[in-house]
């Protein structure tokens, strides 16, 4: 059988992180559409302010520090414009996810980097618990033009590292039950004759009545650093049944 693709646990990053979508692109530096000559005092209050604001949940405060026309970039997409970008903070702000400034580099007048260590419940439970990023921020006339996010090798690699785990099965919410979709040949939950079909009780002791964001965790849960365990109550038929699988390299399957 064809070997299945690794799920990539990086990617999620991008959809839960508040620093996520964006645009590759160099940061240029002021040009004439700008009214004021930048001043570094201002670039450091401005990136500031609206991290900050972030932080502490005030979505109305921090967007007061970004232009109409800003533009967010990673190495992963892109995402243009104020309404836009709002949208996913405010996104990411319901998910609970924080930061805080690690530190401050000023890059010229108009650029600023910050280094963040942003903690995601979701990640959490996969065991990874601060991914680390460098932010920067070029303001022309007191606002965000330019946002480009740039993950740390070492948070990048730690990441891949906590997704190379797996049980050998897929699950999915249906009907308010988590129930088994896919079980890969020869993987743990195979040896353990857990089969499509059969419904998790319980991850670890949880119930999915008792998971926060519900059907969101389950790839969170189940995945993991290799040799790391997962207790699982399944349902099978009629029967039930408890099992601890120990978590394999998804690429020895």
């Known amino acids: 059988m064809p070997r299945r693709p690794r799920f990539h646990f990086y990617l999620i ?3 839960v992180l508040s620093f996520s979508l964006a645009l590759s692109m160099a940061l240029t530096g002021c040009t004439s559409k700008y009214q004021t000559k930048p001043d570094y005092q201002i ?8 991290m900050t604001a972030y932080q502490r949940g005030d979505l109305a405060a921090a967007m007061e520090n970004v232009a109409e026309d800003a533009v967010l970039s990673t190495d992963t997409g ?21 930061m805080e400034i690690a530190g401050k580099e000023k890059i010229d007048e108009s650029k600023i980097a910050l280094t963040i260590d942003n903690k995601i419940p979701l990640f959490k439970l996969a065991g990874v618990d601060v991914i680390k990023t460098v932010e920067t921020f070029e303001v022309q006339d007191g606002k965000i033009v330019k946002w480009e996010i740039k993950y740390l090798k070492e948070s990048v690699d730690f990441v891949e590292k906590a997704s190379a785990g797996t049980t050998g099965l897929e699950a999915e919410v249906r009907d308010g039950k988590i129930v088994v979709t896919h079980v890969m040949p020869k993987s743990p939950a195979a040896f353990e004759q857990i089969k499509v079909g059969d419904t998790i009780l319980t991850i670890d002791g949880t119930e999915l009545k008792d998971m926060r964001y519900g059907a969101e965790e389950l790839p969170y ?10 207790d699982l109550k399944i349902k099978s038929d009629e029967e039930e049944f408890e099992v601890t699988l120990t978590r394999v390299d998804i690429n020895s399957l």
């Open 13 to 15: 990053l991008v959809l």
């Open 43 to 50: 670039t450091e209050k401005v990136a500031t302010d609206f």
């Open 221 to 230: 849960r189940l995945i993991g650093q290799v040799g790391t365990k997962v």
């Open 78 to 98: 892109n995402m243009k414009g104020k309404s836009t970008i709002e949208e996913l903070l405010k996104l990411n702000i319901e998910k609970e996810n924080t």
